[in-house]
């Protein structure tokens, strides 16, 4: 949004520049064909300030991850967070300020070495302190998985509930970012819904975000927290600046309808919000407007009470089609409110294709192509 | 004082013997089928009491499967190792694992998991937490010659140094990885070798030699908690049983190789003999507690044959720490089922 336009501003701004300094780059024309960072395909819109948690502060996504990560150091004394550079700031600039304030033995680099990472962060939460955990992009969990799948989701159950690692949370930047491609861009969330032991929480905004990843670092279960990188800065809200928590496991209805049901999680949420708006506008069609929040596990009564109302489902996500979460949500719902259903469930998601780079807009799954799938649904 | 002067030194025969007759009956047991599977310590057990021995009560133990003694020199009862394996009602592990997955938190020793090295840096981050709750505990950490070659060894030794956290590395080279011979598992000089690229203070030791063992992990451990300096220790010793009952060493190496480790290199043998020659110990000793010892194992095992299975709710429990809707729904479900088709499942053998 903000940050798409800065950049095209940008891109303009050294066009000039160049076309004065002579040379090769008068011959190049004025902007490339096409622009490499493509304006954001949704429109973020914050919610309102909540007045029951105190005084608010405007923070983009990064910060208000970084108010939680304070507000934990500050009441948690076991607490310590680590990973890759998180030291100096983080990438992101997540845990910016942590360190000088908290110290060094709280606040540290690891080598580079994500199964590293998580099993020191599982051992850490077996010792009984808290463990946050960052993995530098979600693209970069895989070789945590055997930590993860193996070990974290399973510590409590095989050891007759004497030993967990509940106090272990990952924290991994997640989903596209306009340019990200492959590496940079990957929604992983499938892998790890499949199994059972861990929580996985994906935040649509600052505000949620800061509230879920407290109820994270505080749940008693190995939780997975993705952060979608592209709202870390284009995504800014009043939040909190006091503690607080979001439950897990609760899927919010952000709007409600009677035609049509729209579930998606993270970004795309506010992708559906807006063809939401379209569905009102063009079709007169009225949709109700989940945000899943929590994909395992998830809040099957939230989606099957609104389908059973409404029946029509639009699942979406960025993340490929098949054997994406979109398919668990569909064949449960389908389960348990068969007769209600109006049409096919409808997924509206990537492509079956890893991330690419220079057909990004083409592999989204954008406003347009959920609005075409749920015109087809009306018109079934 | 050294063990060596020491009336009653801390790594006595009883504990490592009292090993060996639970693992003769319990090999046994799997082949006549009581148990589904198991595992001995048969030439290891050195390595296990010599070390345990040099710890504190409090040290957090986290293990891979062949570390029994450590768990048995702290106390472990014969009858909860005999649940664990059988998985009856008084398994704390409640029934959820294959047989030699011990754990046991009052003793700190962390249970077992199939997967190999991943205890590794899981050492690592208990290890540093605990240093910073400045609690003069150390962290030791056991792991095969053969599990060493797993990336997660080589992260559990970078933590530990760059992080500088108070462990003690154990690694038994018992010289196979189930077949396969640690020619074919390194080229280098063994694991000992690769501490120092790591930064790690790294020492080699005769893992059958009990005192040799207590003596490096003792000073080990000291300096592992007083200079927050990790400690990798490689014990050599030798792997005189079969992997487990799944497997059958004879296809690859010999009885010859075996005898010779059995007879002339056998940690509770070179124990034996020098309290022997101490006066610390006597046949009529050796024989009353080799009569005794196999009577309490009996006396356990047929205690642990007897008793009933968990109730099978417990299948769905401790997933999360609470249970959530959909488990919830699944054990209704199951309960269902068995109404109607509990004649074809062993309910009999299970609590109500």
């Known amino acids: 949004m903000a940050a798409a336009g800065l950049a095209l501003r940008g891109a303009l701004a050294s066009g000039a520049a160049a076309r004065s300094r002579g040379g090769l780059w008068s011959r190049l024309p004025s902007l490339p064909a096409a622009p490499c960072r493509p304006a954001a395909h949704f429109a973020f819109q914050p919610d309102p300030a909540p007045s029951a948690y105190g005084q608010t502060q405007k923070m983009n996504l990064f910060q208000s991850i970084t108010s939680a990560l304070d507000n934990t150091l500050a009441k948690d004394p076991t607490a310590v967070i680590f990973g890759e550079d998180v030291a100096f700031g983080g990438v992101f600039r997540c845990t910016v300020g942590l360190r000088d304030k908290y110290g060094k033995d709280r606040v540290f680099n690891t080598p580079l070495c994500e199964q590293g990472i998580v099993g020191f962060g599982i051992g850490v939460a077996v010792a009984g302190a808290t463990a946050i955990a960052e993995i530098q992009f979600a693209d970069y969990i895989f070789p945590a998985f055997d930590q993860i799948v193996n070990e974290a989701a399973k510590y409590r159950y095989r050891s007759g509930d004497l030993f967990n690692c509940g106090n272990l949370t990952i924290r991994a930047p997640w989903g596209c970012v306009g340019h990200g491609a492959l590496y940079h861009s990957q929604s992983p969330e499938a892998f790890f819904a499949h199994c059972p032991g861990i929580k996985i929480v994906i935040p649509r905004s600052p505000l949620q975000a800061k509230g879920l990843l407290l109820s994270c670092i505080e749940d008693k279960n190995p939780c997975i927290f993705f952060e979608p990188k592209i709202l870390y800065r284009a995504a800014v809200e009043q939040v909190p600046v006091e503690p607080y928590n979001i439950p897990l496991s609760q899927a919010e209805v952000l709007q409600t309808g009677s035609d049509v049901t729209l579930v998606a999680w993270g970004t795309q949420v506010h992708v559906i919000k807006e063809v939401a708006a379209m569905a009102q506008e063009k079709l007169g069609v009225s949709c109700e407007v989940i945000d899943l929040r929590t994909i395992l596990p998830w809040d099957t009564e939230t989606v099957c009470k609104s389908v059973v109302k409404t029946g029509r489902l639009l699942i979406s996500h960025e993340a490929p089609l098949t054997g994406g979460f979109a398919s668990e949500i569909s064949s449960t719902v389908q389960e348990e409110c068969f007769l209600n259903l109006e049409a096919p469930i409808s997924r509206v998601c990537g492509y079956d294709t890893p991330f690419p780079h220079i057909f990004e807009p083409f592999y989204i799954p954008d406003k347009w192509k959920c609005y075409d799938a749920l015109r087809k649904m009306i018109n079934y | ?352």
């Open chain 2, 1 to 352: 004082m050294p063990p060596g002067e020491h009336p009653n030194p801390p790594c006595s025969p009883p504990t490592m013997t009292l090993l060996n007759t639970m693992d003769r009956i319990l090999y046994e047991s799997q082949r006549q089928g009581r148990i589904s599977f198991y595992m001995t310590n048969y030439g290891e057990e050195g390595t296990h009491v010599g070390s345990a021995a040099a710890l504190d009560d409090t040290d957090l133990v986290f293990g891979q499967y062949r570390e029994a003694g450590v768990l048995m020199y702290r106390g472990y009862p014969l009858d909860l190792f005999m649940a664990q394996c059988y998985g009856n009602v008084s398994d704390p592990g409640k029934g959820r694992q294959m047989p030699v997955h011990y754990g046991c938190r009052d003793r700190h020793f962390v249970t077992i998991s199939s997967p190999l090295a991943t205890q590794i840096p899981q050492a690592v981050g208990a290890a540093y937490a605990i240093k910073r709750a400045d609690a003069n505990r150390a962290v030791i950490c056991y792991f095969g010659e053969g599990a060493a070659s797993e990336g997660d060894a080589h992260a559990g030794f970078n933590f530990a140094a760059t992080l500088e956290c108070p462990i003690v590395f154990f690694c038994r080279n018992n010289g196979y990885a189930i077949s396969t011979p640690t020619s074919e598992q390194y080229r280098g000089d063994g694991i000992a070798a690769r501490g120092p690229g790591y930064g790690l203070m790294s020492i080699r030791v005769d893992g059958n030699d009990v005192f040799a063992v207590y003596n490096a992990t003792k000073e080990a451990r000291r300096r592992a908690v007083a200079e927050n300096q990790p400690f990798l220790i490689e014990a050599m010793t030798y792997r005189i049983g079969h992997h487990s009952t799944s497997d059958d060493s004879s296809a690859y190496r010999s009885v010859d190789e075996v005898n010779y480790w059995d007879k002339q290199d056998h940690p509770i043998s070179r124990l034996r003999h020098y309290m022997l020659n101490r006066g610390w110990w006597d046949e009529e000793e050796e024989k009353g507690w080799r009569k005794s010892s196999r009577k309490m194992v009996m006396e356990a095992f047929e205690q642990a044959e007897r008793k009933l299975k968990p109730n099978p709710q417990l299948l769905f429990s401790d997933v999360y720490r609470e249970m959530p809707p959909h488990l919830r729904r699944q054990r209704a479900a199951l309960e269902r089922h068995l109404q109607h088709y509990g004649e074809h499942y062993p309910l009999e053998h299970f609590e109500k």
